[in-house]
């Protein structure tokens, strides 16, 4: 059971490291292209502009996060046929064309 634990936070950290950094590239891209300037770094920039940085790219690292988590234990239930450590299945939840894990959160 440990060993599980220990090879569970390693694909979910894997994944949530690809996806957090893909989500970062987007939202610095998606920024330069609609403000046509960089985000604001190190204190620069306005409180307004600093503020909209700071609530776009916090939703994006959240989604990200939630995203990775969901690919990580669907990735985890299709190679080793059981839940990862903390999920179990939801017998109740279908797999919709891949973009559900069908895995509860345990409390």
């Known amino acids: ?4 634990k220990i090879g569970w936070k390693l694909v979910q950290a894997a994944f949530t490291i690809v996806v957090g950094l ?3 590239k987007a939202v610095s891209t998606a920024w330069k ?5 960089k ?3 190190n204190g620069q920039g306005g409180y307004a502009e600093v503020a909209v940085w700071a609530a776009v790219s916090a939703g994006a690292a959240a989604a990200a996060k939630l995203f990775a988590e969901r690919r990580a234990a669907a990735y985890w ?6 839940a990862p450590p903390g999920y179990e ?3 109740t939840a279908r797999l919709v064309k ?3 894990t069908g895995l509860a959160k345990k409390d």
């Open 33 to 37: 292209l609609g403000s046509g300037g």
């Open 77 to 82: 239930l299709k190679s080793t046929g059981y």
């Open 98 to 100: 891949g973009t559900d």
């Open 22 to 24: 893909a989500a970062s």
């Open 39 to 41: 985000p604001p770094k």
């Open 89 to 91: 299945a939801d017998a």
């Open 1 to 4: 059971m440990v060993g599980a």
